[in-house]
């Protein structure tokens, strides 16, 4: 079963420093989506990132950019120049490849907190 | 456009009592799902529509119902509330299941 990680709870970064935030999914599929989403404390979910597993460059919007190594399962979302509205909690999601279905796979979250 | 919108944002029931949580979008998207939101486990699929009159079932779809009989609105019903339904509520849309989803505001759901 398709499965997908975060592994850090909660993370701290200093205002206009760097932040990485890590996921890790299990899927036994070749072509599928991932996706970074922030929860600010309005409850709302907002799109940061997406990729597409069959894209080699990795996905950037901004001062957000991932890390996609595919071969390590590996999805890490990296926030530069960190600014204090980045504080939300962000959710890493996979999307199950099939068309027809509308299944995503939602991580447990990592609460970012961005310092003064 | 509204977006995706969802009613009422704040609902007390008592256990065993029903209720239907109200989603609807008005940006013609074909697929529109929901999830719950509970602390420390992210967020889970309950049910989800590929269009109107097709249904599916998610992750954790036992004591809830939906149906979709047109393409702005994918109700979800609480058959018999129970505590364990305690949680909050987000309704999804998206134009073709592999673009940006779009999320209501949510519904947080006391049942005591």
């Known amino acids: 079963a398709q499965t997908v990680t975060q592994s850090q709870p909660e993370m701290s970064v200093q205002e206009a420093e760097t932040v990485t935030l890590s996921c890790t999914y299990d899927t036994s599929e070749s072509d599928y989506y991932l996706f970074w989403y922030k929860q600010p404390p309005s409850r709302q979910m907002i799109l940061v990132i997406r990729q597409e597993a069959y894209k080699q460059q990795n996905a950037t919007e901004n001062r957000f950019s991932v890390n996609f190594q595919k071969a390590a399962k590996s999805f890490s979302l990296k926030i530069s120049d960190s600014q204090l509205g980045d504080a939300a909690m962000y959710f890493c999601a996979y999307r199950f490849p099939f068309s027809g279905t509308y299944k995503y796979i939602f991580g447990t979250g990592t609460r970012l907190k961005v310092l003064a | 456009n509204a977006g995706v919108t969802q009613t009422p944002k704040f609902q007390v029931l008592k256990t065993g009592q029903s209720m239907t949580l109200q989603c609807a979008q008005d940006m013609n998207h074909e697929y529109m799902s929901w999830y719950r939101q509970d602390p420390g486990m992210g967020l889970r699929l309950i049910h989800y529509s590929v269009g109107a009159g097709i249904t599916d079932q998610g992750e954790v779809p036992n004591g809830y119902n939906v149906s979709r009989s047109t393409t702005e609105d994918f109700p979800l019903r609480l058959l018999s509330a129970a505590p364990s339904q305690t949680s909050v509520y987000f309704c999804?849309?998206?134009?073709?299941?592999?673009?940006?989803?779009?999320f209501g505001p949510g519904t947080r759901l006391l049942v005591l």
């Open positions: 999804a849309s998206s134009a073709d299941g592999l673009e940006t989803q779009y």
